[in-house]
């Protein structure tokens, strides 16, 4: 079982450079949260759905040792493997009323609370406005 699984990884990560979406010194990470999302699934890749990727995000997020960053990267390298590499399409899990926009813990849009993470560190670090505006 362990080596069907090495072969598959081996192929994905073949995927993944010829995507080339993602820079040659990352594939290894995404690697790494796929093996970590494929263990989580005892490896059966017939019975991968939206719960079981859900479910593992949410544990990442709930790790207080995982970054916000590293939970990004993870969503991005399991979503990758499961729609684009499997080709088993993800259906948007939600309890929340038709129409209503994906907010996090703080009430925010993701991208809205990621922007002011960046602007926060810019501040803190005292770099200059103009590189603020450049990230």
């Given at each position: 079982?362990?080596?069907?699984?090495?072969?598959?990884?081996?192929?994905?990560?073949?995927?993944?450079?010829?995507?080339?979406?993602?820079?040659?010194?990352?594939?290894?990470?995404?690697?790494?949260?796929?093996?970590?999302?494929?263990?989580?699934?005892?490896?059966?890749?017939?019975?991968?759905?939206?719960?079981?990727?859900?479910?593992?995000?949410?544990?990442?997020?709930?790790?207080?040792?995982?970054?916000?960053?590293?939970?990004?990267q993870a969503a991005?390298?399991?979503?990758?493997?499961?729609?684009?590499?499997?080709?088993?399409?993800?259906?948007?899990?939600?309890?929340?009323?038709?129409?209503?926009?994906?907010t996090n813990k703080?009430?925010?849009?993701?991208?809205?609370?990621?922007?002011?993470?960046?602007?926060?560190?810019?501040?803190?670090?005292?770099?200059?406005?103009?590189t603020e505006k450049?990230?």
């Amino acid at each position: 079982m362990m080596h069907r699984e090495t072969n598959g990884l081996a192929d994905f990560e073949k995927f993944l450079s010829k995507l080339g979406t993602i820079p040659e010194g990352k594939i290894k990470f995404y690697l790494y949260w796929v093996r970590r999302f494929l263990k989580t699934c005892n490896y059966q890749l017939d019975s991968i759905n939206t719960r079981h990727v859900t479910d593992y995000l949410d544990s990442l997020e709930a790790d207080e040792k995982t970054a916000d960053w590293q939970v990004r990267q993870a969503a991005d390298a399991v979503i990758l493997y499961v729609e684009k590499y499997l080709k088993k399409p993800l259906e948007e899990i939600t309890s929340k009323p038709p129409g209503a926009k994906s907010t996090n813990k703080t009430g925010m849009p993701p991208w809205q609370q990621t922007l002011d993470e960046v602007r926060n560190a810019i501040h803190f670090r005292h770099y200059s406005l103009s590189t603020e505006k450049t990230f």
